[in-house]
Nanobody, 128 residues
Framework: DVQLQASGGGSVPAGGSLRLSCAAS????????IGWFRRAPGKDRERVAY????????YYADSAKGRFTISSDNAKRTMYLQMNNLKPEDTAIYYC?????????????????????WGQGTQVTVSS
């Protein structure tokens, strides 16, 4: 069975940092795109950041650029999202999600579609 185990959420003041982790199992991690969506209260789901485990290319939403860094450790089958300079508008439930067997598909095109797998959410709360 596919599992995406998210962890690392919490509550921080504005300007603080958090690191989210997503441990994956049950699919070919070396050829996937894995990353995060988030959903804030009353807002639509938003793609935050993704990384291709095949070539290391990344995708960031405009809201994440310059503040968030996504990385992956293929040996540990784990993806990380380092979030710095957090803002109250980053408050949301963050969901790990993945696309399988992505090959050479460009990330922006890939992440516009529905992920193949979802993990449970982890709450991030940023206070002003």
């Amino acid at each position: 069975d596919v599992q995406l185990q998210a962890s690392g959420g919490g509550s921080v003041p504005a300007g603080g940092s958090l690191r989210l982790s997503c441990a994956a199992s049950g699919f070919t991690f070396d050829d996937c795109a894995i990353g995060w969506f988030r959903r804030a209260p009353g807002k639509d789901r938003e793609r935050v950041a993704y990384i291709s485990s095949l070539n290391g290319l990344t995708y960031y939403a405009d809201s994440a650029k310059g503040r968030f860094t996504i990385s992956s450790d293929n040996a540990k089958r784990t993806m990380y999202l380092q979030m710095n300079n957090l803002k109250p508008e980053d408050t949301a439930i963050y969901y790990c999600a993945a696309y399988g067997l992505v090959g050479a598909t460009p990330l922006p095109s890939l992440v516009s579609g529905e992920p193949d797998w979802w993990g449970q959410g982890t709450q991030v709360t940023v206070s002003s």
